[in-house]
Structures are given as structure tokens and as C-alpha cells.
């Protein structure tokens, strides 16, 4: 027989029966579980934060105040909303989650409120909080899905060729793509949410945005790329630079111009060129007017009478000329 399969016993070598893992486990955490149903969300009346929360334990019978179990990722409960408590050594209880018991709202509330009423007596989930009665977010398969009750979420998901969202119309099925947007409907809409981001790997985006002739359109672009879009953008830097830095071109459109920013930089260069070659020619013909002289019967003319005018007109051409120069120096510094 093998020695590992030997029965040692009465030896001083044999080690004592210790407890279980789950023994131990169960003796250090000490958790107690329970269902409770937010009875109150107590308000600071200066600035409307949450001061406290209440809830009610089912099966315990008793009123206690919850703080959620994590600092960094918390949902905050509304009134009569069920959440799931926990209890470790007879401390403070804390609560892990909303329990979904209203399917398909982002506001679950099922339970008995009785303490705050608006003024016609009509039940309220909070004090401040409106319930816009929103459906929660439709799912796709590995979706990793972050909601508020107000119509804003975060999706990162991936491309399926398999669903009917804006970013699956072409590309490499299992591409990621990440969709942070404030919308109301039940699937993130380029044309009805008020604002969005997408960040795609290997997508097209239905959007036209009819830029300068030269360029891919978003709706045609499969690819990676960044889109914004909202009833109105800012970018606002408080206390350093705003840089928008491109490989190739940068194109800008207004209501009224398109605009590849290479070709109009190009064509203000060559205009100040022709203006730098012209005021070259008005100086010097300033220059040779204010001294010309014609023969005459009696010999050769005086200079002429408005001389002086020739010679400010010089002056004048040639400052201008001076400026153009530099303007013309400054922006071929720029061109890379």
C-alpha cells in the first residue's frame, strides 16, 4: 500500500481537525441578509443632498438606516423601493442593490409609502425626485450597461450583425463600442437623443454630415472614430490651450460655408502674394512718378506739381508692402 494511503492515528505527527473554509469564512464575516423597502430618503433642506436613508426589514420587523456598501459605486434608493441589506456582527447595515421589482422601469417602485405626499395627497417616490416613468435600456448579449432613471447610460458594447442598432449596419461582428448618450428612448438614436458620444472601433454611424467634398462621409467611414453631437458644442479650456491636431486635413462647416482648412490657409497665402507683388509695383511706380520729367520747347520739364503726393503714395505702398510680408512670413512658418 501506498504511504499516502496509510491511516496514521494516535501519532503526535497527526495534525488536529481544523474547521472548514466555509466554516471560518462564516465565523469572520458573520453576514446577515434581508430584504428591506425604503421607507424615507431624508433631505438636507439647504441643498437638497441625501442626510439619511430608512428602510423597513421584511422579516425582521424593525426601521433601520442604510448606507450602500460601497464609497465609489452606489444607486440611491427612492421611497418604497425594495434594496438588499446586510448585516455583519450585529453593526451597521448596509444595502448592496436595488431589488428590481417593477420589470422594464428605471424607477422600481412597487411598495407602500406613507410618508412623503405633494399637496393634493398623492404619493411621491422622493422629495425632489421626478419620475419620467422611463423603460430601462434594451440589452444586448455581453453588454456591460450603466443607467440612470433620467435617460442617460453608458453602454459598452460591440458590434452584432445580429441586432438592429445604428452601429451594427456594417464592420467586424465582436468590434467594441462604447455609447454614452442622454436620450429617452429604449435604444441610443443619433437623431432623437439630445446629446451622445460614440467611441467605435470598427463601425459606420448613420449621420451626414456633409463635409468638404474630399472627405469620407461618417455615414461611409468604417472605422475607428470619435462622434459628438448635441444641439450645441463647447469646448472650454480654463487655463491652458484648446489644440486640434490632425494626420491630414481639418475641415470645418457653418450654414453657410465648407471649409477644408488646407485649401482656405493655401489660398490666403497666394492672395497675400499677388498683394505683395502688386504693392511692390505701385511703390516703384510712386517712386519713378514723383521724379519723371518730359521734354518740353524750352528744354526739359520741372518735376511734377504733385510730387509730393507720388512720394506719400511710396511711402504708404511700401509700409503696407512691409506688413504683407510678414503676414505672407508668418503663414509659410506655419505650413508643415
Known sequence: MPFWNTHVTNSPLTPPKLPSYTDRFKSSIDLKFSIGVVEDVIIDENDGRVREIRAALLDRGVSVTITPISKYDFVVPLISEYVLCVQRREGNWYYLDIVDN?????????????????????????????????IQIVKYEGDRIIQGRFGNSIR?????????????????????????????????????????????????????????????????????????GADRLVFYSKDENIIISSRRDVGIKTNNWNVDFTTFVDLMLDTISALESISTQLATQAQASSVITVPTPSGLSSTPVNTSQFINVNTTTTRIRSQITQIKTSLEKMKQ
Open 102 to 134: 417593477n420589470l422594464g422601469r428605471v424607477a422600481n417602485s412597487k411598495g407602500t409609502n406613507n410618508n412623503v405626499v405633494d399637496q393634493d395627497g398623492n404619493k411621491l417616490l422622493g422629495t425632489n425626485f421626478t419620475n419620467n416613468n422611463l
Open 156 to 228: 459598452l458594447g460591440s458590434k452584432q450583425s445580429g441586432n438592429n442598432t445604428e452601429w451594427s449596419l456594417d464592420g467586424e461582428d465582436g468590434k467594441p463600442i462604447i455609447v454614452i448618450r442622454n436620450g429617452e428612448t429604449t435604444t441610443e438614436s443619433l437623431e432623437t437623443d439630445d446629446s451622445f458620444i460614440y467611441l467605435t472601433s470598427d463601425q459606420s454611424l448613420p449621420i451626414d454630415t456633409i463635409s468638404y467634398p474630399e472627405y469620407e462621409r461618417t455615414d461611409q467611414y468604417i472605422g475607428a472614430q470619435v462622434v459628438i
